[in-house]
C-alpha cells in the first residue's frame, strides 16, 4: 500500500530563513509526486509535478526536488505570505484515472 | 467557470440526516475526484468518475457513501444516516487527462450535530 510520510507536521520561520520540507513515499511504481499549497478554509493549490529522480523544479521561493524515496520542497528567504500548509502527494503507475495518495501535510508559519 | 465550483460550502446536519454535497468540475474536464479531509489531516480519496464512468470507489467508508455524475459533467456525493465521524471536509477535484495535475474546489465542510 502506498505509503505518504511528511515532516515536519509544523515549521515556524523568521521571515529570510530558508529551511526544507520533506516528504518521504513508499509506492510500487511511481508516476508522479504532487506538490499542492493550501491555505486555511480553501482547496489545495497546484504547485510541482515531478515524475523521475534527480528531477527539479522552481517555482518564485519554492524548489522542488525528487529521489528514489523522497521529494523536498525548499523555502529559500521565505515570506509571511508562504504560510501555509504544504502537501505532498505521490500518484502510483497502476492507480485509476490520477488518484493521489496525500501526506499529512507540514504547517509553515512566517513570521516577520 | 474558472475552477471547481463546491456547493454547499458549509453544511450542519443531524446525526442521521441525509446530505447531498454537489462539485460543478472545470469544463471539458473528463476525470473527476472526491476526497476526505479530517481536520489537520491530508486529503483522503474517496472515489473516481471518468466521464460518467465511476471506475474506482475503493475510498468510500461505508455503504452509506454513494457518489453519481450522470452525464459526465456535475457530480454529487451523498451521505445517508450520517453520523459524527462523517464530519470533515469534502474536496472535489477535476483534471483534463492523465498525468496531469489535479484541480481541487474550495470544499464542503461537514459539521454533523
Known amino acids: 500500500e502506498d505509503q505518504v510520510t511528511q515532516s515536519p507536521e509544523a515549521l515556524r520561520l523568521q521571515e529570510g530563513e530558508s529551511s526544507s520540507l520533506n516528504c518521504s513515499y513508499t509506492?510500487?511504481?511511481?508516476?508522479?509526486l504532487f506538490w499542492y499549497r493550501q491555505d486555511p478554509g480553501k482547496g489545495p493549490e497546484f504547485l510541482f509535478t515531478?515524475?523521475?529522480a534527480g528531477e527539479e523544479k522552481e517555482k518564485e521561493r519554492l524548489k522542488a526536488t525528487l529521489t528514489k524515496k523522497e521529494s523536498f520542497l525548499h523555502i529559500t528567504a521565505p515570506k509571511p505570505e508562504d504560510s501555509a500548509t504544504y502537501l505532498c502527494?505521490?500518484?502510483?503507475?497502476?492507480?485509476?484515472?490520477?488518484?493521489?495518495?496525500f501526506g499529512g501535510g507540514t504547517r509553515v508559519l512566517v513570521k516577520p | 467557470g474558472a475552477g471547481v465550483s463546491q456547493s454547499p460550502r458549509y453544511k450542519v446536519a443531524k446525526r442521521g440526516q441525509d446530505v447531498a454535497l454537489r462539485c460543478d468540475p472545470i469544463?471539458?474536464?473528463?476525470?473527476l475526484f472526491w476526497y476526505q479531509q479530517a481536520l489537520g489531516q491530508g486529503p483522503e480519496f474517496l472515489t473516481y468518475?471518468?466521464?460518467?464512468?465511476?471506475?474506482?470507489k475503493s475510498g468510500l467508508p461505508s455503504d452509506r457513501f454513494f457518489a453519481e455524475r450522470p452525464e459526465g459533467s456535475v457530480s454529487t456525493l451523498k451521505i445517508q444516516r450520517t453520523q459524527q465521524e462523517d464530519s470533515a471536509v469534502y474536496l472535489c477535484?477535476?483534471?483534463?487527462?492523465?498525468?496531469?495535475?489535479?484541480?481541487f474546489g474550495q470544499g464542503t465542510r461537514l459539521t454533523v450535530v
Open positions: 515531478l515524475y523521475s
Open positions: 469544463s471539458g474536464h473528463v476525470s
Open positions: 509506492v510500487s511504481g511511481l508516476r508522479g
Open positions: 468518475f471518468q466521464n460518467e464512468a465511476q471506475l474506482d
Open positions: 477535484a477535476s483534471s483534463s487527462t492523465l498525468n496531469t495535475e489535479a484541480f
Open positions: 502527494a505521490v500518484q502510483e503507475t497502476k492507480a485509476a484515472g490520477n488518484k493521489l495518495t
